[in-house]
Every structure is written in structure tokens, then in C-alpha cells.
């Protein structure tokens, strides 16, 4: 998974131990390895350094569950400019082989723009060519309406039935998505 993926108005570009090293606070670094300008905001919400951390961490491991993750970097057609404004991946879901959870996050000014729906519609196909892979898992809290209109819109479906080890937290609502 080391191409990026085009979108309309996006590039997805896949995560590398050196790029997520950059993120911890090297933002020149950051910028260089994306050719993208890097916003003041940045990181959007939930994205701390115990995250990146983490991420780092699991892309070294390849004995352990499926990891991927890209950074989104809008292709601002008005200036030109290339400036990153989300991230999103997989994690796969212990003892579960055939599924992975996916997570993302928009920074707050680049929201409710359809970026995280288009960035989300771009992954799914590349998500289901892994080998094995026939479900895709989100969690989100109930009063995030747009990112459960992002799920929506992208064929997810809310279950009460959670795998264990997908990471949902007390209060979540869970959507699935099965290959078809």
C-alpha cells in the first residue's frame, strides 16, 4: 500500500515510519515529505504524540494486526497551494482476521466540506483489496452527526453487534461496512 491515492479534491498519502516521525514535531520535515503546506492547527482532534506514537509502533510491527494510515492533503484548486488538512487508516481487530477498524479526523476548519466522505469513499476500495479483509469497522459518538453522515454516505451501517478488540469506547455507536 505505498501509492497515493487521487481524489477529487484530495491526495492520500500512505504513512511511512519516516513521515510519522516528522509529525512529532518536525513540521518543515512534515511539509517536505507531503508537499504540502502544514496549517498552525495541525494536529486535527484526536491526533496527539501518544497517537503518532502508537502509529509508529505498529507500522514497525509486522507480526501484528493489519496497520495502515494516510495523511490528506487538499490539492486547493483557487491558489494552487497543497496544504494537509486530515488523516485516516486501519487497524486490524485481534482474532479477527477479516476485519479492520477505520478511524479519521479532519482538522476543525476543513470540516463539513465532504473531504472526510470523499477521503473515506477513496480508502474502502483500496481497504478491500487486502487480502482477507471482508468487513470494515467505525466507531464514533452519537452527537458527531457529521461523521456519522460520512459512514452514511459511504454505505456503513450502525450494528449492536462490536467485535471485541476494536477499540469501542463506552458511549459509541458502531457502523459497519461489508465487502460486497
Same mark, same amino acid.
Given at each position: 500500500m505505498t501509492a497515493s491515492i487521487p481524489t477529487e479534491h484530495l491526495e492520500l498519502i500512505p504513512s511511512t515510519r519516516q513521515i510519522? /516521525?516528522?509529525?512529532?514535531?518536525?513540521?518543515?520535515?512534515?511539509?517536505?515529505?507531503?508537499?504540502?503546506?502544514?496549517?498552525?492547527?495541525?494536529?486535527?482532534?484526536?491526533?496527539? /504524540?501518544?497517537?503518532?506514537? /502508537?502509529?509508529?509502533?505498529?507500522s514497525s510491527d509486522t507480526t501484528g494486526p493489519v496497520f495502515a494510515a494516510w495523511y490528506?492533503?487538499?490539492?486547493?484548486?483557487?491558489?494552487?497551494?497543497?496544504?494537509?488538512?486530515?488523516?485516516g487508516g486501519i487497524l486490524g481487530v485481534e482474532n479477527v482476521p477479516d476485519t479492520v477498524v477505520l478511524g479519521y479526523s479532519v482538522?476543525?476548519?476543513?470540516?463539513?466540506?465532504?473531504y472526510a466522505t /470523499?477521503?473515506?469513499?477513496?480508502?474502502?476500495?483500496?481497504?478491500?483489496?487486502?487480502?482477507?479483509?471482508?468487513?470494515?469497522i467505525a466507531t464514533t459518538y452519537p452527537d458527531l452527526r457529521a461523521s456519522i453522515r460520512?459512514?452514511?454516505?459511504?454505505?456503513?451501517?450502525?450494528?449492536?453487534?462490536?467485535?471485541?478488540?476494536?477499540g469501542a469506547e463506552e458511549g459509541t455507536v458502531c457502523f459497519v461496512r461489508e465487502k460486497s
Open positions: 510519522l /516521525e516528522c509529525d512529532l514535531g518536525d513540521r518543515a520535515g512534515l511539509a517536505r515529505h507531503l508537499s504540502a503546506a502544514i496549517p498552525e492547527a495541525w494536529p486535527p482532534p484526536l491526533m496527539d /504524540e501518544n497517537v503518532i506514537r /502508537e502509529f509508529i509502533r505498529m490528506w492533503v487538499l490539492n486547493d484548486p483557487l491558489d494552487g497551494r497543497r496544504v494537509l488538512i486530515g488523516n482538522l476543525d476548519e476543513y470540516q463539513n466540506r465532504g /470523499e477521503a473515506v469513499r477513496a480508502l474502502i476500495p483500496k481497504i478491500f483489496s487486502l487480502p482477507g479483509i471482508r468487513r470494515i460520512v459512514l452514511e454516505k459511504n454505505g456503513f451501517v450502525r450494528t449492536d453487534q462490536v467485535p471485541a478488540g476494536t
